[in-house]
């Protein structure tokens, strides 16, 4: 099992940019593909990206694809989100998700809310 943290998450004008981390627990980081979903209220959660245990292989959303880049660190057991030009429909709570086995997110952390203003 890994434990996840999601931060850097807070409130951004439209065209900003932020960088969200996931850091996990445990030594076995490296053996889990990841990935980053989003939920907003009133709505189903939805994929956003995912990178393979190495991190040659990177998945978008068409909803984001352009503007966000996923990207990991197995050193410091850490997964990013890059945001740019960031819109009002991206507003939403951020999670990230660990897979053993790709594409079945067994594991999940308590998610990080972004608000982007207009």
């Known amino acids: 099992q890994v434990q996840l943290v999601e931060s850097g998450g807070e409130l951004v004008q439209a065209g900003g940019s932020l960088r969200l981390s996931c850091a996990a627990s445990g030594r076995t980081f490296s053996s889990y593909a990841m990935g980053w979903f989003r939920q907003d209220p009133g709505k189903e959660r939805e994929f956003v990206a995912s990178i393979t245990r190495n991190g040659g292989n990177t998945y978008y959303s068409d909803s984001v694809k352009g503007r966000f880049t996923i990207s990991r660190d197995n050193a410091k057991n850490t997964a990013y989100l890059q945001m740019n030009s960031l819109k009002p429909e991206d507003t939403a709570v951020y999670y990230c998700?660990?897979?053993?086995?790709?594409?079945?997110?067994?594991?999940w952390g308590q998610g990080t809310q972004v608000t982007v203003s207009s």
């Open positions: 998700a660990a897979a053993l086995v790709w594409g079945t997110w067994s594991n």
